[in-house]
């Protein structure tokens, strides 16, 4: 394998005016598991969402083991112990019994080796957990080196280090500075971390937690309660705000309505009034389409039958049913925007639309399925795609490819079109065609599901449908990689098809 460079330094040379590139990752190194997780994904996911596993007595053996090569001041063995021990617990989970095993002991382990070896890993380590654990062995001191702050303010520019960095920054004199300096060039899970330790001691923070706090490359939820009450969000809604705080207010509203992740707007108290009090500002600015969507949202839920707060529903309706709001709407379907408001106003967009996907398909790609169930629409969608797409060069055999990376955009905009064919038997089936022959798996998940969804809407099997489709498959399935997918393909070759309810599985 070679030997790794230090995670430290390939952020140092990745760092462009004191930041990294929105699009910067670490590097990945063969051990790791094949599935690809965001920088800090893991580590937030343990957070929010699966709770912290108890470390067990092999493991506490094996942390005991790195802090002792630690104490005996041995970054090598310590580096290679930590990492181990990471593979099984990762730092995050154990940070705790780490620091308490470590401050019951100081009597017998020399504080000078393990500081200075906190920082060798930081520095030196190409194992991210070592990189961590070194970040919370040097947590336990408390340093007013300029030199060792700076390395923590940098490591902490990547996502998968930020929230160690800043229970590091938590113990300096200007501990709420520092963060809010950092939480502006972060925008991943480390900004959502480091706004849970940022507070809105001045002004301008409490500002910028309210324009910006749920702006983040995750999801606008995990942050929108946090918020809510550190930006003061119910108070300013009763004084004298500006168009751009509107706007924000009415995002972070959104964002509470989504639940999926973490709680929100059931957590606020006198919701309802709260809401209405945003939506009775709403006639004070001139909204752009993005407000509008908003407002459309949140009628949505309000009107739902386990939320129903016919006040809040009813105003939504009087604003999205305003002129303003048709001329907005009017103006930007013609760039592709605002479609579900269009939709609700009875707006036609689909001439609109299909122009967008012409002129600029890579971004409009995705719009093919609010046009193609339009009456006309199908083969003028078709025709786009196979225009677009080099659907010969990408025949390729069967892989695990995720396709997350800028190499597999065609396949991408593959998929979205097999995926909507779903509803039309028998039409793009050289599209359909190529989307078995991926070597992105999801393709071929999308396109057996498409095959499946026409043999239960002609109730025949896939033999009698089509017998391209069918030799297509019979050759896929000898190269198949994935057993799962290798099982429906059998199933369709053998003539099954889903029920309609899609229950009891496959029926003959």
């Not at 129903?308 to 013609?334: F, G, M, Q």
Request: proline share 3%; charged share 30%; aromatic share 8%.
């Amino acid at each position: 394998m070679g030997i790794q460079k230090s995670l430290y330094k390939c952020i140092l040379q990745n760092m462009k005016d004191g930041r990294l590139e929105s699009s910067f990752s670490l590097p990945r190194i063969e051990e790791e598991n094949e599935i690809s997780f965001a920088d800090g994904a893991i580590d937030g996911i343990t957070l929010y969402h699966t709770g912290m596993p108890k470390i067990d007595a092999a493991g506490t053996k094996l942390m005991i083991k790195a802090v002792m090569h630690a104490a005996d001041g041995n970054t090598a063995e310590a580096d290679s112990a930590f990492a181990e021990l990471g593979k099984s617990f990762r730092a995050i989970s154990i940070l705790d019994e780490l620091q308490n095993y470590i401050l019951k002991h100081t009597d017998k382990l020399p504080a000078t080796n393990i500081y200075q070896v906190a920082l060798d890993l930081i520095l030196s380590s190409a194992d991210r957990e070592s990189v961590k654990f070194g970040l919370c062995l040097l947590e336990l001191f408390r340093s007013d080196l300029e030199s060792v702050k700076e390395v923590v303010r940098r490591i902490g520019l990547s996502d998968e280090f930020t929230i160690f960095s800043v229970w590091n920054m938590l113990k300096w004199d200007d501990a709420n500075m520092e963060i809010f300096d950092l939480i502006r060039k972060v925008h991943g899970w480390g900004r959502i971390h480091a706004l849970e330790r940022l507070e809105p001691e001045t002004p301008e923070i409490s500002e910028w937690i309210l324009l910006n706090g749920i702006d983040n490359y995750v999801m606008p939820s995990y942050s929108a309660l946090t918020v809510w009450r550190k930006a003061a969000v119910e108070n300013r809604l009763y004084g004298k705000i500006s168009r751009e705080e509107f706007s924000a207010i009415g995002r972070i509203i959104g964002a509470l309505l989504d639940e999926g992740p973490v709680p929100g707007i059931s957590e606020i108290e006198n919701a309802e009034k709260s809401i209405l009090a945003y939506l009775s500002l709403a006639d004070g600015f001139s909204l752009d389409i993005e407000d509008y969507k908003n407002i459309l949202d949140l009628k949505n839920w309000a009107a739902d039958e386990d939320v129903d707060l016919p006040a809040v529903s009813d105003r939504c309706a009087e604003i999205i049913a305003s002129d303003k709001c048709r001329e907005t709407v009017l103006r930007s379907v013609k760039t592709g925007n605002g479609i579900r408001i269009a939709e609700a106003l009875g707006i036609d967009f689909a001439d609109d639309l299909l122009e967008c996907m012409k002129t600029d398909f890579d971004r409009h790609y995705h719009s093919c399925g609010n046009v193609i169930h339009r009456e006309g629409y199908l083969d003028r969608v078709i025709d786009l795609f196979h225009n677009k797409l080099p659907l010969d060069q990408m025949r390729r055999d069967p892989a695990a490819e995720l396709g997350l990376s800028a190499e597999y955009i065609h396949y991408n905009q593959l998929e979205t079109l097999v995926y909507a064919l779903g509803e039309h038997p028998c039409c793009g089936e050289d599209l359909v065609a190529a989307g078995l022959w991926s070597p992105v798996v999801r393709n071929r998940h999308t396109a057996l599901r498409t095959l499946e969804s026409w043999c239960r809407l002609l109730k025949r099997p896939l033999q009698e449908i089509s017998k391209t489709l069918y030799q297509e498959l019979s050759e896929l399935i000898e190269k198949e990689v994935d057993d799962e997918l290798k099982e429906k393909e059998q199933k369709l070759l053998d003539g099954y098809i889903l029920s309609e309810t899609g229950e009891g599985g496959f029926v003959k």
